[in-house]
């Protein structure tokens, strides 16, 4: 099945350019002609033709001239030359040049079209790379992290300052608030968006088969080797090699580590040949480092080497306000998964996902969500479509009662969560009590209120940061 295109053939002899204008318009091709190099010219900076077939001998300037000027004005226009008498030289040197092909008069009709037909397809293979990377930045850009929580703005902004780095990141957190996303969207803002992202979870191997999965092992290198294996870093190299839970390293690993993260290179397992290698290592991890520096199970110097700009990624129950945001994105996706028209949470329902601890942090959150959408009956998400455990009093809720004891009564306890619910709605709206109070369902009177029961003021607050 043929495709068809816009065209404009360059020809000085009229009678040559009309009878193959008229080829390629039989074919279905939208067609114009020029019979200059100038005439040509202008009609091309009009029109983004698909392909432009040109004569090298025109009256003013030749072919090559209106080539150059293609490649480097609009790119994603193919130009094939045509020539009386062709040479192998003159036809590298037009590939050369970028051209897409290069034939010899008298054309052949069944050589043109073939030669168009390929540049059509190219043109269509290059379109939808570009459509794929459009959406691989939609799916793992930084627009694609949730929040507007302060220190959500804090962490996009030290993203934004480092990503277009060779700077090793080290992004810290807790299981289930996000580090694979940011660690990707720090990639896709780098550039090097277009070479390899390569995730390992270190946690989930074993050391031996770890340091396989890292560097690569040589054919009889340990039992089961029978071939040659490239390694992580071999298939990121000019990319991003991302390294979760690189606490449970072992110190063999962490030796490899070092040295790949100071000179750049490393052996395979089993083999002598040195590869060097162009990586950037984003490392995540949910333990405190320091502590394991401190006890002697992580190295000192690898914690200086990989904490040269750290990335804190903060837990959901200390951004409650951003849990809103979240809803209407997540109900989106999901809607559109099921085929369901869910419009959101009711206020009971909300207010039961805000005063919930969320162990699991944002990955909890997505499984309630759809797990609601999934066994809702209507189009409001209430109470009784949440899970047990967010449908219980405060009190009951895990940890609760390690936060009474600490705070020796129910009342101040359960004033915590309504309190720093209120300060997050704050930072969420900039400190703006109008905006605060429509978000919080209350009138500005009851807020002032409010922050006064509680002692709330910015100045106080900017304080503790």
Same mark, same amino acid.
């Given at each position: 099945?043929?495709?068809?295109?816009?065209?404009?053939?360059?020809?000085?002899?009229?009678?040559?350019?009309?009878?193959?204008? %008229? /080829? *390629?318009?039989?074919?279905?091709?939208?067609? #114009?002609?020029?019979?200059?190099?100038?005439? @040509? !010219?202008?009609?091309? =900076?009009?029109?983004?033709?698909?392909?432009?077939?040109?004569?090298?001998?025109?009256?003013?300037?030749?072919?090559?001239?209106?080539?150059?000027?293609?490649?480097?004005?609009?790119?994603?226009?193919?130009?094939?030359?045509?020539?009386?008498?062709?040479?192998?030289?003159?036809?590298?040197?037009?590939?050369?040049?970028?051209?897409? %092909? /290069? *034939?010899?008069?008298?054309?052949?009709?069944? #050589?043109?079209?073939?030669?168009?037909?390929? @540049? !059509?397809?190219?043109? =269509?293979?290059?379109?939808?790379?570009?459509?794929?990377?459009?959406?691989?930045?939609?799916?793992?850009?930084?627009?694609?992290?949730?929040?507007?929580?302060?220190?959500?703005?804090?962490?996009?902004?030290?993203?934004?300052?480092?990503?277009?780095?060779?700077?090793?990141?080290?992004?810290?957190?807790?299981?289930?608030?996000?580090?694979?996303?940011?660690?990707r969207a720090v990639h896709q803002l780098s550039s090097r968006r277009d070479k390899p992202f390569v995730e390992v979870a270190c946690g989930a191997l074993p050391d031996a088969?770890?340091?396989?999965?890292?560097?690569?092992?040589?054919?009889?290198?340990?039992?089961?080797?029978?071939?040659?294996?490239?390694?992580?870093?071999?298939?990121?190299?000019?990319?991003?090699?991302?390294?979760?839970?690189?606490?449970?390293?072992?110190?063999?690993?962490?030796?490899?580590?070092?040295?790949?993260?100071?000179?750049?290179?490393?052996?395979?397992?089993?083999?002598?040949?040195?590869?060097?290698?162009?990586?950037?290592?984003?490392?995540?991890?949910?333990?405190?480092?320091?502590?394991?520096?401190?006890?002697?199970?992580?190295?000192?110097?690898?914690?200086?080497?990989?904490?040269?700009?750290?990335?804190?990624?903060?837990?959901?129950?200390?951004?409650?306000g951003d849990i809103p945001l979240l809803l209407e994105h997540y109900i989106a996706e999901f809607n559109s998964q099921t085929g369901k028209s869910i419009r959101g949470f009711?206020?009971?329902?909300?207010?039961?996902?805000?005063?919930?601890?969320?162990?699991?942090?944002?990955?909890?959150?997505?499984?309630?969500?759809?797990?609601?959408?999934?066994?809702?009956?209507?189009?409001?998400?209430?109470?009784?479509?949440?899970?047990?455990?967010?449908?219980?009093?405060?009190?009951?809720?895990?940890?609760?009662?390690?936060?009474?004891?600490?705070?020796?009564?129910?009342?101040?306890?359960?004033?915590?969560?309504?309190?720093?619910?209120?300060?997050?709605?704050?930072?969420?709206?900039?400190?703006?009590?109008?905006?605060?109070?429509?978000?919080?369902?209350?009138?500005?009177?009851?807020?002032?209120?409010?922050?006064?029961?509680?002692?709330?003021?910015?100045?106080?607050?900017?304080?503790?940061?």
């Open positions: 099945m043929s495709t068809q295109g816009s065209l404009l053939v360059v020809d000085d002899d009229n009678h040559i350019c009309e009878a193959m204008a %008229d /080829y *390629l318009r039989s074919l279905g091709h939208r067609t #114009e002609t020029a019979t200059t190099c100038r005439s @040509a !010219l202008d009609r091309i =900076k009009e029109y983004n033709f698909h392909v432009v077939v040109c004569d090298v001998n025109l009256p003013d300037q030749d072919g090559f001239q209106l080539l150059e000027w293609v490649v480097a004005n609009k790119p994603e226009t193919s130009v094939i030359l045509l020539t009386g008498y062709g040479t192998i030289e003159s036809a590298v040197e037009a590939i050369r040049l970028g051209a897409f %092909d /290069y *034939l010899t008069k008298p054309v052949i009709d069944d #050589e043109l079209n073939f030669s168009i037909q390929r @540049a !059509l397809g190219q043109r =269509k293979i290059v379109e939808e790379n570009k459509k794929l990377k459009q959406q691989l930045n939609e799916k793992h850009g930084i627009s694609n992290i949730i929040g507007r929580d302060y220190k959500m703005a804090k962490m996009f902004d030290l993203i934004e300052s480092v990503s277009d780095t060779r700077t090793t990141v080290l992004i810290l957190g807790e299981n289930g608030t996000g580090k694979t996303m940011t660690a088969l770890l340091e396989s999965e890292l560097f690569g092992h040589v054919e009889g290198a340990f039992t089961g080797a029978s071939r040659d294996k490239e390694g992580k870093f071999l298939q990121a190299d000019g990319g991003t090699l991302f390294l979760d839970e690189i606490g449970t390293a072992s110190p063999s690993l962490q030796v490899k580590l070092l040295r790949v993260l100071q000179d750049r290179e490393f052996e395979p397992v089993g083999g002598t040949k040195t590869h060097k290698v162009d990586v950037r290592l984003i490392l995540a991890t949910n333990e405190s480092l320091e502590e394991r520096v401190a006890s002697g199970d992580f190295r000192q110097d690898l914690y200086y080497r990989i904490n040269v700009i750290s990335v804190t990624q903060p837990p959901l129950r200390e951004r409650l009711d206020d009971q329902a909300l207010q039961a996902l805000q005063r919930y601890n969320w162990p699991g942090n944002v990955r909890e959150l997505v499984n309630v969500v759809e797990r609601a959408i999934v066994l809702s009956k209507n189009d409001i998400i209430t109470p009784m479509d949440l899970p047990e455990q967010l449908r219980r009093d405060p009190v009951e809720q895990p940890g609760a009662m390690n936060r009474l004891a600490g705070n020796a009564n129910l009342k101040t306890a359960l004033a915590n969560p309504e309190r720093q619910i209120i300060l997050d709605a704050l930072e969420q709206n900039g400190w703006n009590r109008q905006d605060t109070a429509r978000l919080l369902g209350i009138n500005r009177t009851t807020l002032y209120k409010k922050m006064k029961k509680y002692d709330i003021t910015y100045e106080n607050h900017a304080q503790i940061f």
